[in-house]
């Protein structure tokens, strides 16, 4: 088995800070992603990575850079945190691209003061 | 507009009844249904999942029954435990899409000892 590791778990940021949430999987998975989950609604995909050296926009990429380091981690910044945000970022990762099974991790939590 | 619906928001059933969770959808091109159960403080975890040749899937207590006519599918979880409450989701994908998952807002299932 494998696990998937979020860092921080809690982020508290101000209004117009840039901030970087952090996601290392041991799953050996080609593809990764990035999902907001607000509270009452879906999860919305941000952006994912088919492979080491890819980068795709999602649905809500607007406000949101992200990096594929290496094979394992992947990482998410919101650009300029906006007042009252508040929501869950969840970083997944699959074999591959294209109906595998996605495993999650247990979520970022930002607050935006 | 929500390509993706599930229709109750949460749902409480007492122990031992059969829970039916509901879902339907737009697009008659989704091709692959997955759900994905979520605890408080985890990531969703898939649970089951079918595909629109068929119109019945059984794994253990979990059973999805699918409609390809009416485009809709649920979730009948028999024999309910309180360790079923969590939230879960149905998603929906096409292989023109190369499967990029479209999520429901999820139901939050409460299970009454």
């Known amino acids: 088995g494998g696990i998937i590791t979020q860092t921080p778990k809690f982020l508290i940021g101000q209004e117009g800070q840039k901030l970087t949430l952090k996601c290392q999987q041991n799953?050996?998975?080609?593809?990764m992603y990035w999902y907001r989950q607000d509270s009452g609604k879906g999860l919305r995909l941000i952006y994912y990575?088919?492979?080491?050296?890819?980068?795709q926009k999602g649905d809500l990429s607007e406000g949101y850079d992200a990096s594929r380091e290496k094979k394992s981690s992947f990482s998410l910044t919101v650009t300029s945190a906006q007042k009252n945000e508040m929501a869950v970022f969840l970083c997944?990762?699959?074999?591959?691209?294209?109906?595998?099974?996605?495993?999650f991790g247990p979520g970022t939590r930002l607050t935006v003061l | 507009q929500q390509q993706v619906r599930q229709s109750s928001q949460s749902l409480t059933v007492w122990e031992g009844e059969t829970a039916i969770l509901n879902c339907s959808y737009e697009?008659?091109?989704?091709?692959?249904f997955p759900w994905y159960q979520q605890f408080p403080g985890e990531g969703p975890a898939l649970l089951i999942a079918?595909?629109?040749v068929s119109d019945k899937k059984e794994d253990g207590r979990f059973t999805i029954f699918f409609n390809k006519r009416e485009k809709n599918l649920s979730l009948h979880i028999k024999d309910s435990q309180p360790g079923d409450s969590a939230t879960y989701f149905c998603?929906?994908?096409?292989?023109?899409?190369?499967?990029?998952?479209?999520w429901g807002s999820g139901t939050k299932l409460i299970i009454k000892p």
């Open positions: 799953f050996n998975h080609d593809t």
């Open positions: 990575s088919i492979t080491e050296n890819d980068l």
């Open positions: 079918i595909r629109s």
């Open positions: 998603a929906a994908s096409r292989r023109d899409s190369n499967y990029q998952l479209i």
């Open positions: 697009n008659s091109a989704f091709d692959y």
């Open positions: 997944a990762s699959s074999i591959n691209w294209g109906g595998a099974e996605q495993y």
